[in-house]
């Protein structure tokens, strides 16, 4: 098994930035795929970020796109989601997850960190 523990969430203004943080214990960290999402209250949880096992392929969602930065260092297994231009709606609980990556698409498995709070004040 794969155990994930998120950091770095907190509460920042609008336009700020955060750093989040994903630390992976168990066998084999770097033979997964890893990925960020998000969930709100009364929503589904949704995909924000990933990255391939060796963090040569990295995959966002459009709100994503030229906000957030997803990389890993598999030597201290660890995943990180840069977060800038943060506003309101990126508001959640962010998770990590670590899964596959097929055909430019990411496939969350079925190991998921307890999730960090980023509240974005106006």
């Known amino acids: 098994q794969v155990q994930l523990v998120e950091s770095g969430g907190g509460l920042v203004q609008a336009g700020g930035s955060l750093r989040l943080s994903c630390v992976a214990s168990?066998?084999?960290?770097?033979?997964?795929?890893m990925g960020w999402f998000r969930q709100v209250p009364g929503k589904e949880r949704e995909f924000v970020a990933g990255?391939?096992?060796?963090?040569?392929?990295?995959y966002y969602a459009d709100s994503a796109k030229g906000r957030f930065t997803v990389s890993r260092v598999n030597a201290w297994n660890t995943v990180n989601l840069q977060l800038n231009s943060l506003n309101p709606d990126d508001t959640a609980v962010y998770y990590c997850?670590?899964?596959?990556?097929?055909?430019?698409?990411?496939?969350?498995?079925?190991?998921w960190g307890q999730g960090t709070q980023v509240t974005v004040s106006s």
């Open positions: 997850n670590a899964g596959g990556v097929t055909t430019g698409t990411y496939y969350p498995g079925n190991y």
């Open positions: 990255i391939s096992w060796d963090g040569g392929r990295t």
């Open positions: 168990g066998r084999s960290f770097s033979n997964y795929a």
